[in-house]
């Protein structure tokens, strides 16, 4: 199986949309691996006076470090520009280079959040043009079927890991009691026990795959 530790070095972004995504789509990879340094991002929701102290004291627990942005997340969810979601994530991340960058998939987690649509896209095509500097991209690899089921991990993936019982505990833990999400609710019963994620080794590879999901 594919692991984090054939990444040369330790330097890991993850970027995600909301304060919470960090945790259902890799948290488990996060808490596997203590030692490596991880930086954070979240584009959203750092004016919500619930979520946004919860992401830090999650950054606190995780031993990383990480920063969070307030770009628009309204109900309605109109599409964004892309080059404001590209000047958002800039800002956020350091201007460093990375080992590995994980985010979403341009066809999201599942039916639908264009947050989730437009952080993938975004990221892909900052690789792309070096704005980001990484070895590796990885993005979620995660589908619910058109709705018709909570949002599993893709098996056809190119990194599938079912996590060790004591890691998804505290990966739930972390949904249920510092998120505080109540049992029964989409993100308890989501919090998937295996992670999954789409593998790019190129900034090119990733624009095909990016250019195959808008298609």
């Known amino acids: 199986m594919n692991s984090i530790l054939n990444i040369p070095g330790k330097e890991v972004a993850v970027i995600v949309a909301h304060p919470d995504d960090e945790i259902l789509w890799c948290g488990g990879l996060i ?41 628009d997340d309204g109900p309605e969810q109109f ?34 959040h264009k947050r989730h649509e437009e952080t993938g896209t975004a990221v892909i095509k900052l690789w792309n043009i070096n704005a980001i500097r990484t070895i590796e991209l990885w993005t979620f690899a995660y589908e619910d079927g058109g709705k018709k089921y909570y949002p599993k991990a893709i098996e056809s993936a190119s990194i599938l890991e ?32 295996t992670e999954a994620f789409w593998r790019f080794k190129k900034p090119e590879e990733g624009l095909k795959w990016l250019k195959r999901s808008q298609a």
């Open 31 to 71: 808490l596997k691996y203590p030692k490596h340094n991880w930086y954070i991002i979240s584009l959203c929701r750092r004016s919500d006076p619930d979520r946004a102290p919860k992401f830090y004291k999650v950054l606190e627990l995780l031993k990383a470090q990480g920063d969070i942005g307030d770009m």
């Open 79 to 112: 599409s964004l520009e892309e080059e404001e979601v590209k000047r958002i994530i800039l800002e956020l991340l350091p201007a460093q280079s990375f080992d590995l960058v994980i985010t979403h998939d341009p066809a999201g987690e599942y039916t639908r």
């Open 162 to 193: 079912s996590l060790p019982e004591a890691i998804w505990e505290m990966k739930f833990k972390l949904i249920t009691e510092i998120y505080g999400f109540e049992p029964g609710s989409f993100e308890a019963e989501t919090t998937p026990r």
